[in-house]
């Protein structure tokens, strides 16, 4: 069992940055891969990053974020950089033990609780 816990969301302004948090428990999260996906109001669940023996991204946040990992800390995090209000979103981190077709949301057995990211222009 895995249980991850989110942090690090809160109200930035265009071009600032973030750095989301996903601290997980249980033994086997650093063999497990890790995912990052967002939800806007209105919108369905989208993939945003995941780390697994590579670092994927969606287009849309390329050269903007960065995900990162210390297993020592069983911690993931997501680095936002240059934000824009359309990356306003809740926003998810998933863990499973598979290591393919990461952007797909049914590939990940934990999910956290959400942390709420607000971009204001």
């Known amino acids: 069992q895995v249980q991850l816990v989110e942090s690090g969301g809160g109200l930035v302004q265009v071009g600032g940055s973030l750095r989301l948090s996903c601290a997980a428990s249980g033994r086997t999260f650093s063999s497990y891969a890790v995912g990052w996906f967002r939800q806007a109001p209105g919108k369905e669940r989208e993939f945003v990053a995941a780390i697994s023996w590579s670092t994927y991204y969606t287009d849309s946040v390329k050269g903007r974020f960065t995900i990162s990992r210390d297993n020592a800390k069983n911690t993931v995090y997501l680095q936002m950089n240059n934000l824009k209000p359309e990356d306003t979103a809740v926003y998810y981190c998933?863990?499973?033990?598979?290591?393919?077709?990461?952007?797909?949301?049914?590939?990940?057995?934990?999910w956290g609780q959400g942390t709420q990211v607000t971009v204001s222009s």
């Open positions: 998933a863990a499973g033990p598979g290591h393919a077709f990461l952007s797909n949301s049914r590939r990940y057995d934990y």
